[in-house]
């Protein structure tokens, strides 16, 4: 199995009730190692850029009010099967489905308020990386 890299984000509902570090020890935990991190404060425009693959979805407007409510945590995460690993730790969309142990299953608050977001597959990883990453700031 190859090392990857996959893009994490720690959204607001989880930076407001302090859950940093208890989401960060669920992804190291699960052999995952945060290779960036920064803490940040998207505007409207970074937020629709970032999801604007759901523009045509209708909670499309709701999910950027969500993402620039407060602060949320960037990071780069790396490890073996880094990608399909972390979603395995993140746990199902919705947290009413989320696996016992999983991070939304955990702290979640409901589908959208759901605490974590990380990439789905290889291609998305790379562009999310580079879209709120410069090179010199990943020093895993
Ligand atoms: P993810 O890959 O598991 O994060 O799920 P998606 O890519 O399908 O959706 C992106 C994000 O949009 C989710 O993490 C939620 O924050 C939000 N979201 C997804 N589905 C819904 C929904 O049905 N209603 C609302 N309000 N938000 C949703």
């Known amino acids: 199995m190859a090392t990857e890299r996959t893009f994490s984000?720690?959204?607001?509902?989880?930076?407001?009730?302090?859950?940093?570090?208890?989401?960060?020890?669920?992804?190291?935990?699960?052999?995952?190692?945060?290779?960036?991190s920064k803490r940040v404060h998207w505007n409207e425009a970074q937020a629709k850029k970032f999801y604007e693959v759901h523009a045509e979805r209708p909670f499309y407007n709701d999910l950027v009010s969500f993402m620039t409510s407060g602060p949320i945590v960037l990071q780069v995460l790396e490890g073996e099967n880094a990608i399909a690993k972390n979603r395995e730790v993140m746990g199902a969309t919705n947290p009413e489905?989320?696996?016992?142990?999983?991070?939304r299953k955990e702290f979640a608050e409901n589908i959208e308020r759901?605490?974590?977001h990380g990439s789905d597959s290889a291609e998305n990883a790379q562009i999310e990386i580079d879209l709120n990453f410069t090179a010199d700031e990943i020093v895993g």
């Open 9 to 36: 984000i720690i959204k607001p509902d989880a930076t407001a009730r302090n859950l940093t570090g208890k989401i960060a020890a669920k992804l190291e935990d699960a052999g995952l190692r945060i290779v960036a």
């Open 97 to 103: 489905e989320a696996a016992a142990g999983t991070i």
């Open 114 to 116: 759901n605490s974590v």
